[in-house]
T-cell receptor, first 112, second 117 residues
């Protein structure tokens, strides 16, 4: 049972344009969501997070939107840069366990 | 955030041997660390929660006798893959959580690539 889903395995965008990465979840108990960026053979790097009490959080070029009623979150990267090319994972946690449930990942390619 | 290191970064071993992977929190005292595993082109799967001074808690389906976890200090957790088999070949990653329990952010180590021949 995949509680966190990233239905797009890959995404390709042109440099300077917006990248939108999507994530859906099924567990209504999730109350904290995170996005990570990962290169092959490396550990994930934290990008941005959002609590369920908010619907938007912004940090530089990265903005995360949360739609609780739809159980959907998205990561916007604007403007996209070639260095953003990587695999992006969304993750969710609930309560005080701290345990993260990860989506399958979306490979982003930003073309120069 | 926390700075996390892992050693070794890569290990090749023969089937039946045991392999120890170290996870160190370099700038943060961690009473809890997490161990994940990632198979090629798949997601990260939580294996267990490492607890300083007490037993680790394992996720469903993870054999505690096969994946021994020892959290000896606030900066070190070790994962030992005992009697390794080729199906244990994977990318093992640890993480250190920081912040309040309800809004913890986990910071990951660089990972350890295990190949069992």
């Amino acid at each position: 049972d995949q509680q966190v889903k990233q239905n797009s395995p890959s995404l390709s965008v042109q440099e300077g344009r917006i990248s939108i990465l999507n994530c859906d979840y099924t567990n209504s108990m999730f109350d904290y969501f995170l996005w990570y960026k990962k290169y092959p053979a490396e550990g994930p790097t934290f990008l941005i997070s959002i609590s369920s009490i908010k619907d938007k959080n912004e940090d530089g070029r990265f903005t995360v939107f949360l739609n609780k009623s739809a159980k959907h979150l998205s990561l916007h990267i604007v403007p996209s840069q070639p260095g953003d090319s990587a695999v992006y994972f969304c993750a969710a946690s609930s309560g005080n366990t701290g345990k993260l449930i990860f989506g399958q990942g979306t490979t982003l390619q930003v073309k120069p | 955030g926390a700075v996390v290191s892992q050693h070794p970064s890569r290990v090749i071993c023969k089937s039946g041997t045991s392999v120890k992977i170290e996870c160190r929190s370099l700038d943060f005292q961690a009473t809890t660390m997490f161990w994940y595993r990632q198979f090629p082109k798949q997601s990260l799967m939580l294996m267990a929660t490492s607890n300083e001074g007490s037993k680790a808690t394992y996720e469903q389906g993870v054999e505690k006798d096969k994946f021994l976890i020892n959290h000896a200090s606030l900066t070190l957790s070790t994962l030992t893959v005992t009697s390794a088999h080729p199906e244990d070949s994977s990318f093992y990653i640890c993480s250190v959580p920081t912040g309040l329990a309800s809004t913890q952010t986990q910071y990951f180590g660089p990972g350890t690539r295990l190949l069992v021949l």
